[in-house]
C-alpha cells in the first residue's frame, strides 16, 4: 500500500554530513509516523529518528543532538539530516513509515540504503 524508497547514502569522513531522503507512494498526511532505522553488521536493527504527523520527533540517544529529521509535505518526503558522522555510525539505513486504522496498524520498510563513515 506504501511504497518507501531512500536516497542519499554514500560514503563520508568522520565529521562530514549526510542527508538521507525517504520518498513515500503517497500523501503523508495519510501516514501516522516516518523515521529511519539503521542496522550494522553484527548487530540488530535500531531506532535512529521518527516523527509524527504533527510534527513530534524521537531520536536514538546516540544522535540526539547531531541528527535532525523532518518532514516534507509537498514532497511526501522525510529527510534525516546527519552531522557530525563518526565510523559507529556506518550501517544500512531504512525508512519506516507506520499507519494506524481502527483495530489495524500497518508497517512499511524501505529496502535500505547504505552509509559508511570511514577516513
Known amino acids: 500500500q506504501v511504497q518507501l524508497v531512500e536516497s542519499g547514502g554514500g560514503l563520508v569522513q568522520p565529521g562530514g554530513s549526510l542527508r538521507l531522503s525517504c520518498a513515500a507512494s503517497r500523501s503523508i498526511f495519510s501516514i501516522n509516523a516516518m523515521g529511519w532505522y539503521r542496522q550494522a553488521p553484527g548487530k540488530q536493527r535500531e531506532l535512529v529518528a521518527t516523527?509524527?504527523?504533527?510534527?513530534?520527533?524521537n531520536y536514538a540517544d546516540s544522535v540526539k543532538d547531531r541528527f535532525t529529521l523532518s518532514r516534507d509535505n509537498a514532497k511526501n518526503e522525510v529527510n534525516l539530516r546527519m552531522n557530525s558522522l563518526k565510523p559507529e555510525d556506518t550501517a544500512v539505513y531504512y525508512c519506516?513509515?507506520?499507519?494506524?486504522?481502527?483495530?489495524?496498524?500497518?508497517?512499511?520498510w524501505g529496502q535500505g540504503t547504505q552509509v559508511t563513515v570511514s577516513s
Open positions: 519506516n513509515a507506520v499507519m494506524v486504522l481502527p483495530e489495524r496498524r500497518s508497517v512499511y
Open positions: 516523527i509524527t504527523s504533527s510534527g513530534r520527533t
